[in-house]
């Protein structure tokens, strides 16, 4: 599976930015979906997950309420869509890919930086 995450870029805080991730290789609707991130210095983060196309969400308690991640899967895509943005939501984005069921993420993609300014 090959994952493309593009949509990252400047916000002030409270502004919102929609992430993509595009996937190709394999049967997308058999993918579980799930996005990360990592603030300089930190540890990479789970964000949110899409499990079994859309019909199951986890959300990292950080996000819950201001992210929500959605796919189309006509389109190949997952999407993160992110409100009410912090600094602290700083860091660089990655989604990921596994099968449907699976523990651990095989597939990731190449990361786009997000920048929230106070």
């Known amino acids: 599976v090959q994952l493309q995450a593009s949509g990252g870029g400047l916000v002030q805080a409270g502004g919102s930015l929609r992430l993509s991730c595009a996937a190709s290789g394999r049967t997308f609707s058999r993918l579980d979906m799930g996005w990360f991130r990592q603030a300089p210095g930190k540890e990479r983060e789970f964000v949110a997950v899409d499990r079994r196309s859309g019909s199951i969400t986890y959300y990292a308690d950080s996000v819950k309420g201001r992210f929500t991640v959605s796919r189309d899967n006509a389109k190949n895509t997952v999407y993160l869509q992110m409100n009410s943005l912090k600094p602290e939501d700083t860091a660089v984005y990655y989604c990921?890919?596994?099968?449907?069921?699976?523990?651990?993420?095989?597939?990731w993609g190449q990361g786009t930086q997000v920048t929230v300014s106070s």
């Open positions: 990921a890919a596994r099968t449907s069921g699976a523990t651990m993420y095989d597939f």
